[in-house]
């Protein structure tokens, strides 16, 4: 059974940067897509970011793309989301994600196209 626990999550003013990471236990990831997705209170889960099984592909929102860096360490089972010119919009709870297809052509934008979730980290940004 896979594991996945976010971290790194804090108060930040807008322009600052976090960088948030999500190690797996239980089942090596090297096989898998993984991604970042994100809740607001009040809103759906959207998909902020994700990375193929290799690391060689990476997927943004739109309005993350040019500020959110995605990424992974296979030899650590670990994702990091580094997060710059953060801004109050981006205030929400981050989860990781783990497709379980094994290496999937396609990096989903899709929450119930992902078979495990972390508990969420908190990310506030403040004005």
């Known amino acids: 059974q896979l594991q996945l626990v976010e971290s790194g999550g804090d108060l930040v003013q807008a322009g600052g940067s976090l960088r948030l990471s999500c190690l797996g236990s239980?089942?090596?990831?090297?096989?898998?897509?993984v991604g970042w997705f994100r809740q607001a209170p009040g809103k759906e889960r959207e998909f902020v970011a994700g990375?193929?099984?290799?690391?060689?592909?990476?997927a943004y929102a739109d309005s993350v793309q040019g500020r959110f860096t995605i990424s992974r360490d296979n030899a650590k089972n670990t994702l990091f989301l580094q997060m710059n010119s953060l801004q109050p919009e981006d205030t929400a709870a981050y989860y990781c994600?783990?497709?379980?297809?094994?290496?999937?052509?396609?990096?989903?934008?899709?929450?119930?196209?992902?078979?495990?979730w972390g508990q969420g980290t908190q990310v506030t940004v403040s004005s």
């Open positions: 990375v193929n099984w290799s690391g060689s592909r990476t």
């Open positions: 239980g089942k090596n990831l090297d096989n898998y897509n």
């Open positions: 994600a783990a497709d379980m297809t094994d290496k999937n052509p396609h990096i989903h934008r899709i929450p119930k196209l992902y078979d495990y």
